[in-house]
Nanobody, 120 residues
């Protein structure tokens, strides 16, 4: 059973920082590409940041210069460093990854999400 588990969400004040983690576990060789998405109440799930197997990154315009996506292949973990947080960044954040599995080749998985809540 392959799983992606996010962590690191929480309550944050405007201007604050959080680092989200997404750890892959199970019968895997490793993570190839990863994306972070977010979904606010009543809105669609949108891509926030993505990183390819070659570590090429891409960001939504709304987070450029504030968020940084990275991955540690040795730890099978991806990260989203979020700085200068704004109230509109509050959402459930989901990771999505292409994972090289031991038994089923490359598969795509979603995590269950981690909540980022803004405080005034």
């Amino acid at each position: 059973q392959v799983q992606l588990v996010e962590s690191g969400g929480g309550l944050v004040q405007p201007g604050g920082s959080l680092r989200l983690s997404c750890a892959a576990s199970g019968s895997i060789f490793g993570i190839r590409a990863m994306g972070w998405y977010r979904q606010a109440p009543g809105k669609e799930r949108d891509l926030v940041a993505a990183i390819t197997s070659g570590d090429v990154t891409n960001y939504a315009d709304s987070v450029k210069g504030r968020f940084t996506i990275s991955k540690d292949n040795a730890k099978n973990t991806g990260y989203l460093q979020m700085n200068s947080l704004k109230p509109e960044d509050a959402a459930v954040y989901y990771c999505n990854a292409d994972v090289r599995t031991v038994w089923n080749g490359k598969r795509n998985y979603w995590g269950e999400g981690t909540q980022v809540t803004g405080s005034s």
